[in-house]
Antibody
């Protein structure tokens, strides 16, 4: 079955930028929607963004205008460019594959900390 | 945005006993294609979420048949027929009918 591996997390100052990556393997990446979901430590899941197989993009209101999702099918990769970062963006960020209006494969997550 | 509300938020259960988690949406999750894109996830401590149920009542491969999903419209339920120790964790519902997708707050299942 497929696998997703996130990278690019780290510590960044408020107002700064960070780019997350997600590498896919084991399935036809170009055929699927792919999503970003985040989880602050000790809290619940928050859906962040998605890009479908036609490269239409979708965002949660909390990140719209600051985050940009993109994909590179030839590299089987998903990206999340995060600008104007705030303390409340601190979380573990997961990428996930979308099927049947749900998320069937999840990565292990990458941690983003926004702090001065 | 569609708001997903779960109850209870904490669920202590005796081993071998049944458990039920409710999830309500602020509007109908019936898609124009006739499907209901309501799914359930389990997150064990220290792990990534795992999908259990998709499209209201379809169990994922490898998910024990003691897990079942049901409901309609705006009212949904995840049932565990007999709780086992490995079921400890947090359970989330999620709607994928309308953008943006949204999750419930989570229900923490623990053993009494």
């Amino acid at each position: 079955e497929g696998q997703l591996v996130e990278s690019g997390g780290g510590l960044v100052q408020p107002g700064g930028s960070l780019r997350l990556s997600c590498a896919a393997s084991g399935f036809i990446f170009s055929s699927y929607d792919v999503h970003w979901v985040r989880q602050p430590v000790g809290k619940g899941l928050e859906w962040v963004s998605a890009i479908d197989s036609f490269t239409d993009t979708y965002y949660a209101a909390s990140v719209k205008g600051r985050f940009t999702i993109s994909r590179e099918n030839a590299k089987k990769s998903l990206y999340l460019q995060m600008n104007s970062l705030r303390a409340e963006d601190t979380a573990v960020y997961y990428c996930a594959r979308g099927t049947f209006g749900a998320l069937d494969i999840w990565g292990q997550g990458t941690r983003v900390t926004v702090s001065s | 945005d569609i708001v997903m509300t779960q109850s209870p938020l904490s669920l202590p259960v005796t081993l071998g006993q049944p458990a039920s988690i409710s999830c309500r949406s602020s509007q109908s999750l019936v898609h124009k294609d006739g499907n209901t894109y309501l799914s359930w996830f389990q997150q064990r401590p220290g792990h990534s979420p795992r999908r259990l149920i998709y499209k209201l009542s379809n169990r994922d491969s490898g998910v024990p048949d003691r897990f079942s999903g049901g409901g309609s419209g705006t009212d949904f339920t995840l049932k565990i027929s007999r709780v086992e120790a490995e079921d400890v964790g947090v359970y989330y519902c999620m709607q994928g009918t309308l953008w943006p997708y949204t999750f419930g707050q989570g229900t923490k299942l623990e053993i009494k």
